[in-house]
């Protein structure tokens, strides 16, 4: 089993850099694949990012597709989400999410751990 805990929100303006990072304990991150999904007020939760547990293949919500990074240091157990470019349309709590496994992963309900989240506000 393995725990996940975010940190790196906050209040950015639109424009500006946010870097989500993603640290796991319990188990070695190498074995899983990880992945960001967001929720907003009154909103359904949705997909961001994801990579697979070598960290060589990613995927991208198309919004944010070239604005967003992820990557994991399977070194460190951690996991990163480098946001740039910035929305108002960003602003959600972001969940670091992980499955043992081959590939990369769209659906929440492929994932098995989930951390607490991090809040992110974007002003205009």
């Known amino acids: 089993q393995v725990q996940l805990i975010e940190s790196g929100g906050g209040l950015v303006q639109a424009g500006g850099s946010l870097r989500l990072s993603c640290v796991a304990s319990?188990?070695?991150?190498?074995?899983?694949?990880v992945g960001w999904f967001r929720q907003s007020p009154g909103k359904e939760r949705e997909f961001v990012a994801a990579i697979d547990r070598s960290g060589r293949s990613t995927g991208y919500e198309d919004a944010v597709e070239g604005r967003f990074t992820i990557s994991k240091d399977n070194a460190k157990n951690t996991a990163y989400l480098q946001m740039n470019g910035l929305k108002v349309e960003d602003t959600a709590d972001y969940y670091c999410?992980?499955?043992?496994?081959?590939?990369?992963?769209?659906?929440?309900?492929?994932?098995?751990?989930w951390g607490q989240g991090t809040q992110v506000m974007v002003s205009a």
């Open positions: 319990g188990r070695a991150l190498s074995v899983y694949a």
């Open positions: 999410v992980a499955v043992s496994g081959v590939g990369w992963f769209r659906g929440s309900a492929t994932y098995r751990y």
